[in-house]
């Protein structure tokens, strides 16, 4: 199967080896790359003492360019949608790391109900209020540090021509609304999709099939979990 990954090409090169360790045939064509911010993490980090959240594997790799300025942050505990950050996470040496199974809503609950005071969340430019408005509701203290940010992509011509020339891909994955939002901006995707049925778009979570257009709802499965393996079952 021909699988488009539109994930930002740090990440979508391990979706590809996972896809091709199933099988499948991957696609890249990312639609956004990261710019890290790396002193305001480190200066966040120096002004903050309690528990620490992220809610992106992005977060995860600004504090990996860190170095020894992270080793006196390692002992804070740190929670994290979704089992892959929490495993990067303590790939770095984090000793108390909680992962929640679902979304930034999900996320904010499990910190509400461990106790945690004082969170420094470490977030991304654009990004959904699930997380914090969530934590506003149960009255968790929190500061935000903004360490990177999710610049655009813009495809050439050239790289949507080699994808859905000949053998289009059987199936899309997007894992965030504001991917799939850049995805269907494009005229040329649009209608790419629009000319060729049977292609199959594979959501993580109802939140980023939101971004499908009507005309295509028929085509969208969404992952029964908000996670890598969950949404790969689909295929």
């Known amino acids: 199967m021909r699988v488009l990954v539109t994930r930002p090409a740090h990440s979508a090169e391990k979706s590809a080896q996972r896809l091709r360790d199933m099988g499948h045939e991957p696609l890249l064509l990312p639609l956004r790359r990261p710019q890290h911010d790396s002193a305001s993490a480190a200066d966040a ?7 620490i959240a992220v809610t992106s594997g992005e977060a995860v790799r600004v504090l990996s360019a860190l170095g020894e300025t992270l080793r006196p942050h390692l002992d804070r505990p740190i929670f994290a949608v979704g089992e892959m ?4 996470a303590q790939g770095l040496g984090f000793r108390s790391v909680t992962a929640s199974s679902g979304n ?14 004082d969170l420094l969340y470490l977030a991304g430019r ?15 203290r929190f500061s935000v540090a903004e360490c990177y940010r999710m610049l655009p992509v813009a495809p050439g011509a050239a790289d949507i021509a080699a994808i859905f020339s ?18 269907f901006q494009v005229a040329e995707l649009r209608s790419a999709l629009s000319e060729r049925g049977g292609i199959r778009l594979l959501c993580l979570s109802e939140a980023v099939a939101q971004a499908i257009p009507t005309f295509l709802k028929g085509t969208v499965t969404i992952s029964p979990m908000p996670d890598e393996i969950s949404l790969l079952s689909l295929l």
């Open 104 to 117: 930034g809503r999900d996320l904010a609950d499990l910190v509400g109900a461990q106790g945690a005071e």
């Open 45 to 51: 980090l120096a002004a903050t003492g309690g528990a």
């Open 126 to 140: 654009p990004r959904a209020e699930t997380f914090e408005g969530r934590l506003r509701e149960l009255g968790i």
């Open 85 to 88: 950050t929490a495993q990067a």
């Open 166 to 183: 000949g053998h289009h891909p059987d199936a899309v994955l997007f894992y965030s609304r504001q991917t799939a939002e850049d995805f």
